[in-house]
């Protein structure tokens, strides 16, 4: 059983930046897509990224592409999302996800994800 804890989120100011991490545990995650999604307040949950197992072959949403970066260090059993350029819409809690199945792509879903974390705030002042 893998678990996910997600970390880094926290409040910064439009054009600002954060890192956010995902550490797994319980399991390796090396031959895992993971996914990167949000919700924001009163909002349904959206499909932010995702990058393979083997990295960095990645997909983005549009709303964020060209801004966010995930990665993965799979000797650490962790991914990460860089987000830079925030904007106020990218307020919303963050989510770390995956199907759980080796070798089972992920992209643009927000569904089909066996494991998630428990979320991290993140808030964008503009």
């Known amino acids: 059983q893998v678990q996910l804890v997600e970390s880094g989120g926290g409040l910064v100011q439009a054009g600002g930046s954060l890192r956010l991490s995902c550490a797994a545990s319980?399991?390796?995650?090396?031959?895992?897509?993971m996914a990167w999604l949000r919700q924001a307040p009163g909002k349904e949950r959206e499909f932010v990224a995702a990058i393979k197992w083997s990295g960095p072959n990645t997909v983005y949403a549009d709303s964020v592409k060209g801004r966010f970066t995930a990665s993965r260090d799979n000797a650490k059993n962790t991914v990460y999302l860089q987000m830079n350029s925030l904007k106020p819409e990218d307020t919303a809690v963050y989510y770390c996800?995956?199907?759980?199945?080796?070798?089972?792509?992920?992209?643009?879903?927000?569904?089909?994800?066996?494991?998630w974390g428990q979320g991290t705030q993140v808030t964008v002042s503009s």
């Open positions: 996800a995956t199907p759980g199945a080796r070798y089972t792509s992920v992209d643009r879903t927000t569904t089909g994800y066996a494991y």
């Open positions: 319980g399991g390796t995650i090396s031959n895992y897509a």
